[in-house]
């Protein structure tokens, strides 16, 4: 089996690779997560993005996890390997973590996070108005790859939530972005634009070299005032847009109740 072909039992319809390179990471076992768009591949930075201690996040991060928290019980949505799990876990707060990658789960499980699923955030196997928080950073409402397919995730968040429910969502602004920026494809729209890429878990088997490959991603990218406009026909009101880089992130806080808006792009 080559190293840059992927054998039966890697396929990626039932590829994890991303909740592999956590597993693998937790674990302390060898193997390389990179995110691949063509010829453009970039190191997947497990250890940064998923295994972060709270000394090395910012204080912005910080605040927003103890907003959620004054609504619990929260919902993590892309949870992941469970970090901010354990924060809330650490300071008495309920919440429960939801993950499509089973692997992922097991992860945010072996390290002590509890109430974690495995699921599609577009069908969250929580009841209707059990939860108070929605904490969904992380770019996954991007997954929606439209304007549309967003309004009904959020319309989801919004099932799942009480009536004075809490969301934080995050995104791209694609007029903010670098050249560099893996995986960036243009749309004639104003402030709005598309990502697109795969991700690969490279991994020692059995002697050999082994390369799970996942599925193409497709992420909508989009400005505050459009991330807004998607809010029309839900429950939601935005409520606050806060800028964590100079590279176009964003996160943009939602609630059910009335709120004076904050300032687009």
């Known amino acids: 089996m080559t190293a840059d072909r992927p054998g039966p039992s890697e396929s990626t ?10 597993l693998a990471h937790h674990r302390d076992e060898p193997g390389r997560l990179v995110y691949r768009d063509g010829a453009d591949v970039r190191d997947g930075n497990v250890a940064e993005f998923y295994f972060s201690s709270p000394e090395s996040w910012t204080p912005a991060t910080i605040d927003g996890l103890e907003r959620l928290a004054e609504r ?5 949505v892309g949870c992941g390997a469970g970090k901010h799990l354990l924060w809330w876990d650490e300071r008495g707060v309920e919440a429960v973590g939801v993950d499509v990658s089973p ?3 097991r992860a945010a499980r072996e390290r002590g996070a509890e109430g974690v699923l495995a699921g599609d955030m577009f069908d969250l196997p929580v009841a209707t108005g059990a939860v108070g928080a929605v904490h969904a950073v992380g770019t996954q409402v991007g997954l929606g790859r439209s304007l549309a397919g967003i309004r009904d995730l959020l319309r989801e968040f919004a099932r799942v939530t009480d009536e004075a429910g809490v969301a934080v969502v995050d995104n791209y602004g694609p007029t903010r972005l670098n050249d560099d920026f893996l995986g960036y494809r243009s749309d004639p729209r104003e402030g709005i634009a598309h990502r697109c890429f795969h991700l690969e878990f490279e991994r020692e088997a059995d002697g050999e070299q082994r390369r799970e490959v996942g599925r193409t991603l497709q992420f909508l990218l989009c400005s505050p005032g459009r991330l807004r406009e998607a809010t029309v026909g839900t429950p939601w009101t935005p409520a606050r847009v806060s800028r964590t880089d100079e ?14 808006a904050g300032s687009s792009e």
Do not use: Q, S
């Not at 319809?13 to 956590?22: E, F, N, S, Y």
């Not at 619990?72 to 993590?76: G, Y």
């Not at 590279?247 to 004076?260: D, M, N, P």
């Open 247 to 260: 590279g176009g992130h964003y996160r943009l806080e939602l609630r059910k109740e009335r709120t004076a």
């Open 103 to 105: 692997t992922a789960v």
């Open 72 to 76: 619990e019980p929260v919902i993590d």
């Open 13 to 22: 319809a039932a590829a994890d690779p991303l909740g592999r390179a956590m």
